[in-house]
């Protein structure tokens, strides 16, 4: 929801002066949990055409905020600032298409809705585009594409294409395998906010060897990472990419355990 705020704050500088007051309003009370305030101020706008309303007033309807869910009226009012060039809800549409919410699954529409949303820059579309053109989902399978726009959202600061963009490293496609940038990726999507996703292919490239992955395991450990702690113990236990060294492995994992991580405390076990 960040992004989706800040690229709103930004255009309403572009809206008159009683629209960008009524839609602020709005988003004032959006942001207190007032979810019926924020859906009244809204929808008398996005019916005069408003199309940073129409997309808060299809994303209200999708996840049932101040009104009865409904993903079939969510896509209606997407499609109405889709159709006016919203990058934001060009991207959501495609979403919807991709996963068959409120419509059949279009992959082909989905790309499509992407391609729009990506030649205006919007990171999230290209990264959604790229894995359009990575599985070959509604356009021809097509590397070289994928690792363009994975690359072009992670240069933008999004976390899923860092994540993207390493594991196209990692498995050598479009590019040679690359442990080291797969790991230089993960780190930096783990910054970003991808930590969960990132943790765990950094074990895997510490697996193969990786010891700046294995470092940030340890480094984050150390911090008082519980589920980092864990998977720690569990690389120390396999040996596998390092020396293995079972007293280190009960050690983190017995930390995990006792930090409340239930797997971890089975895992001690067996150890």
């Known amino acids: 929801m960040n992004r989706r705020l800040i690229s709103l704050t930004l255009g ?9 007051a009524d839609f602020a309003a709005g988003m004032s009370a959006y942001r207190s949990g007032d979810f019926e305030a924020a859906v009244a101020e809204w929808r008398p706008l996005a019916e005069q055409g408003d199309a940073n309303s129409q997309e808060m007033i299809g994303f209200m309807y999708l996840y049932g905020q101040g009104v009865s869910r409904g993903d079939s009226i969510a896509i209606k009012w997407y499609r109405r600032a889709a159709e006016q060039g919203h990058a934001g809800a060009q991207n959501s549409l495609g979403t919807l298409y991709e996963n068959g919410r409120g419509t059949l699954k279009d992959y082909a529409t989905a790309a499509d809705w992407y391609r729009r949303a990506a030649e205006q820059n919007h990171a999230e579309a290209k990264n959604n585009l790229g894995r359009a053109y990575l599985e070959g989902r509604g356009v021809d399978r097509d590397d070289k594409e994928a690792l363009r726009l994975f690359t072009e959202a992670a ?55 990786s ?21 720690l113990g569990l690389l120390y236990f396999e040996g596998v990419g390092i020396l293995q060294n079972f007293t280190l492995a009960h050690l983190w994992v017995n930390l995990s355990a006792a930090l409340g991580n239930e797997r971890a405390a089975q895992d001690r076990e067996v150890i």
Do not use: C
């Open 155 to 209: 240069t933008d600061g999004l976390g899923l294409s860092m994540i993207n963009l390493g594991r196209m490293y990692e498995q050598g496609r479009q590019v040679r395998v690359n442990y080291g940038q797969a790991t230089t990726w993960y780190v930096r999507a783990a910054k970003a906010g991808q930590a969960a996703r990132a943790r765990d292919r950094l074990v895997a490239v510490a697996r193969r060897g």
């Open 211 to 231: 010891r700046a992955a294995f470092t940030w395991l340890r480094d984050a450990a150390n911090a008082g990472d519980g589920d980092a702690m864990h998977k």
């Open 12 to 20: 309403l500088l572009l809206l008159p002066a009683a629209t960008a």
